[in-house]
């Protein structure tokens, strides 16, 4: 084996490659657009990573083309800095000295790799804790807006937004209205774009360190913003799939709203007309002829109709609202259920002429179920097989019992329902054909 094989990577090296790897990690892991800046600017004041003092992110927003104060992450003054410096560094002392006790019991190279994800994890959750505590500079930093069309063309934003690459910038050099109680020179601007456009304006600061802020410097931050601007593609596409599901959530819960008002209005004076629709077909105001006695037949069947439907929609509203969710589970006489269910949809039934008919072959056992739940559904089906019946046509009910279970079936004589169509059945008020006939 030659010198040449037997080199090993530096540690130094190994450092930095271990450090892309955890930038990479970090800002993948991210799934909210939130979560992205809150690494990013971690990111950036990492002692162990970029060492800058401050970060500071502008969001843009091309509707509007303003910029706003997004996030700010590190300290307003050098004590506040240097005490925050002094807590990371005694965290990262702690897990080295854990990483240096793993390392000479020999462990093995995957414990050390959790000891490494462990170290730079917990300094990025300080910091975020850090930033969640901070009431100073993120909060006043939230409070910046700039218009796109009242900046200056030597304005730092605009500028930043329109370079090729980060820069470092001097004070004399620039516009910083609005800015200027937050920056301090030189320091580091660049931006974050995706594909449909700019998004964010990034500036890093390193006001209480004595490092400089050098082409080394500007370089890394520029690997950083190349980074997190393909990153962000894919965070956007998560926030949005995010915010159209809250967005269909609300529109659903206003609709289940809707329903339920809806129903409930309708139901008041439909009571009142088959009320009066009863009273006439009684006879209690007078006699009726034929013809009228035939009329208010059919003002009847359709007004329970009506009800029926009014009822469905009530039903469907209090499924979505979270209700009928809490059944009573008791011994039930299924065939007692039946025909209870039966003379619900007499009107249905006569107006048709189709027969009903229920099939018992042998002994019915009681079950154990909600008897107002299994009518519901009892009620559902032989409606459903009345109305797509043809006229005069015939619905039987069979009970068969197999492997301890009762099977109720309901078979009808109607137009059916293709295969393909079948699992579409238990969709809200689907119908296969919705032609008015």
């Not at 240096?100 to 300094?123: D, K, T, V």
């Not at 100073?136 to 796109?148: D, S």
Request: charged share 25%.
């Amino acid at each position: 084996m030659n010198a040449a094989s037997k080199r090993t990577i530096p540690p130094r090296y190994l450092q930095e490659l271990t450090l892309q790897e955890q930038v990479h990690v970090a800002l993948g892991s991210a799934t909210t657009l939130e979560e992205f800046y809150l690494i990013l600017g971690c990111v950036l004041v990492d002692p162990n990573i970029l060492a800058f003092s401050r970060a500071f992110i502008l969001c843009y927003d091309s509707v509007t083309q303003t910029y706003t104060g997004r996030l700010a992450v590190g300290a307003l003054s050098r004590k506040e800095h240097e005490r925050m410096r002094a807590e990371i560094a005694e965290e990262d002392r702690r897990l080295f000295e854990q990483i240096a006790a793993a390392q000479a019991a020999n462990a093995e190279p995957r414990i050390l790799q959790q000891l490494y994800n462990l170290r730079f994890h917990s300094l990025w959750i300080h910091l975020m804790q850090e930033q969640e505590g901070s009431v100073g500079l993120n909060q006043a930093f939230q409070q910046v807006t700039l218009h796109e069309n009242e900046l200056p063309d030597n304005h730092l934003v605009r500028l930043a937004a329109q370079w090729g690459r980060a820069q470092i910038v001097q004070r004399d050099s620039v516009d910083t209205q609005g800015l200027n109680e937050f920056l301090r020179f030189p320091l580091l601007a660049g931006h974050v774009v995706t594909k449909r456009g700019l998004h964010a304006v990034v500036f890093a600061d390193r006001a209480f360190e004595k490092k400089p802020i050098n082409s080394l410097a500007q370089y890394h931050f520029q690997w950083l913003l190349n980074h997190a601007s393909v990153t962000l593609d894919n965070v956007e596409l998560l926030e949005e799939l995010r915010q159209s599901s809250e967005r269909l959530k609300e529109v659903d819960r206003i609709k289940t709203n809707f329903l339920s008002i809806v129903s409930h209005e309708l139901r008041t004076p439909l009571t009142a007309i088959l009320g009066f629709v009863q009273i006439l077909r009684d006879k209690q105001v007078g006699p009726l002829t034929p013809f009228q006695e035939d009329l208010l037949n059919r003002v009847a069947q359709q007004s329970a109709h009506l009800a029926s439907l009014v009822h469905d929609i009530l039903e469907v509203a209090e499924v979505e609202a979270g209700g009928m969710l809490q059944v009573e589970l008791t011994a039930v006489d299924p065939l007692t259920v039946v025909m209870h269910t039966t003379t619900r949809v007499e009107e249905r039934r006569k107006s048709k002429g189709v027969v009903i008919e229920t099939l018992v072959e042998e002994a019915i056992p009681f079950i154990r179920t909600d008897p107002n739940a299994l009518e519901r559904i009892l009620y559902h089906l032989l409606d459903n097989a009345i109305k797509f019946s043809p006229t005069n046509g015939r619905v039987r009910i069979y009970f068969r019992q197999h492997d301890g279970q009762l099977h109720i079936t309901i078979e009808d004589n109607g137009i059916g329902i293709s295969p393909e169509n079948l699992r579409k059945i238990f969709d809200y008020f689907y119908q296969v054909d919705f032609r008015l006939e």
